[in-house]
């Protein structure tokens, strides 16, 4: 792994330990992961692959990466508080979030010191077709994850938001019918 490989794996971790404190939910929030990851696909996604069987390594991680993302979102708290939505990052959103980059990061390490045979006979027998299949799969999987947390967080936002706007009303039974 490169240095810039670690200062950007470093960088999307540091995202959601940063959210381990609440915060004001803001445009940085988005913005800040979005820029990591649009600089991780423009500087690694030089292609995809559609021969043999890449496609499917490459949705299945894709589709790895989308539920992490919803799990991720899903458990990140947001409440109102004086006018801004607040954010924190619930011990499992941090840890999904820490599983999907640490696996990416580990496959990573694992292939750069002894796993690229395996890789290589695992991509052969599956009709995995090159190395960039395996690129462009990981990269997906990391976009897709920050894209669908973050989309996640948005719409739970908005209905914070809206339920914030709506008069608070208690359900009653109606006892004539």
């Known amino acids: 792994m490169t240095t810039t490989d670690w200062i950007t794996d470093i960088a999307l971790v540091l995202v959601v330990f940063r959210q381990l404190r609440e915060g004001r939910l803001d445009l940085k929030t988005f913005l800040i992961p979005l820029g990591i990851v649009a600089f991780v696909a423009h500087s690694y996604l030089d292609s995809v692959p559609t021969a043999g069987n890449d496609l499917v390594l490459i949705g299945t991680l894709t589709a790895i990466g989308a539920a992490l993302g919803i799990a991720g979102g899903v458990y990140t708290r947001i409440r109102p508080a004086g006018g801004h939505l607040l954010i924190k990052a619930g011990a499992v959103s941090a840890v999904l979030w820490v599983l999907g980059m640490g696996a990416r ?16 006979r695992f991509s052969l027998t599956h009709h995995i077709t090159s190395d960039q299949a395996w690129v462009a799969a990981f990269v997906l999987m990391a976009l897709t994850e920050v894209v669908t947390r973050l989309a996640t967080i948005f719409v739970r936002s908005r209905l914070v938001t809206l339920d914030r706007r709506q008069p608070a009303t208690v359900p009653t039974l109606d006892r004539t019918a």
């Open 105 to 120: 990061m580990g496959f990573q390490l694992w292939v750069q010191h002894g796993g690229a045979d395996d890789v290589a």
